[in-house]
């Protein structure tokens, strides 16, 4: 570009640099709008689920794993066991000695669980029953009624 009046010459050059910027910042923005246009899609309608039945849960269980008696809080499995009222629990004993399932403060006591053996009780109240081995009493477990 020729220019005669050097400062005339400036201002115009900036005003070129203003509106190319503008016009690449309208651009810019065009094709954001425009990338995001079709990017876009509706979200399909959700399919309506069918009903899941409740499933009745009427049983559970915890087993009293080999070497039960030295593992403390995993004598028990699950240790924790969370169930519904009404649920029965059974206790199989797969280690080679006997246990028990005693409910602390003696809430429950299932005598002693031989070898291979098993014992159920069905928990009608809601709360947290903490339990133990009265024959190994590090051995505890906890039964959470809802
Ligand atoms: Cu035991």
Request: proline share 9%; aromatic share 6%.
């Amino acid at each position: 570009m020729n220019c005669a009046a050097p400062p005339a010459c400036t201002f115009f050059h900036l005003e070129a640099l203003m509106l190319s910027s503008r016009l690449v910042l309208v651009s810019a923005i065009a094709l954001l709008v425009t990338a995001c246009g079709s990017g876009y899609s509706a979200p399909s309608p959700t399919p309506t689920p069918s009903p899941t039945p409740v499933p009745v849960e009427s049983g559970s269980s915890i087993s009293i794993p080999t070497g039960a008696s030295t593992l403390g809080n995993r004598a028990f499995n699950p240790a924790n066991l969370d169930i519904a009222v009404g649920t029965t629990v059974t206790w199989t004993n797969t280690d080679s000695i006997a246990h028990t399932s005693t409910g602390d403060g003696n809430a429950w006591d299932s005598g002693s669980i031989a070898a291979r053996g098993q014992f159920s009780r069905l928990f009608g109240t809601t709360g947290t029953f903490p339990y133990h081995c009265a024959i190994h009493p590090g051995m505890v477990g906890t039964v959470t009624v809802h």
